[in-house]
């Protein structure tokens, strides 16, 4: 991978967080509403995409901080 790659890895892994958590508190939102609305079914799958997309944020935001090291140690000529 050349310079210019990790410095693009890095940008994508430092700012996809934001939307996938702008995404989870949507579908949290959304299963709010089904579930006042009684459909149990759809509440849960909204609940269950809201944790994935936190645990994507989080793959996301571990990715940046490997990549900063990467390109740190890079730098250094390690």
Do not use: N, Q, W
Not at 11 to 30: F, G, H, N, Q
């Amino acid at each position: 991978m050349t310079p210019t790659d990790h410095i693009l890895l890095l940008a994508v892994c430092a700012l996809a967080p934001k939307p996938c958590l702008d995404c989870a508190r949507l579908y949290i939102e959304t299963g709010v509403s089904e579930a006042a609305g009684g459909h149990r079914f759809r509440a849960r799958i909204c609940v269950c995409l809201y944790y994935l997309h936190h645990a994507l944020a989080i793959l996301l935001a571990a990715g940046a901080l490997f990549e900063t090291a990467h390109a740190i140690v890079m730098a250094i000529g390690l």
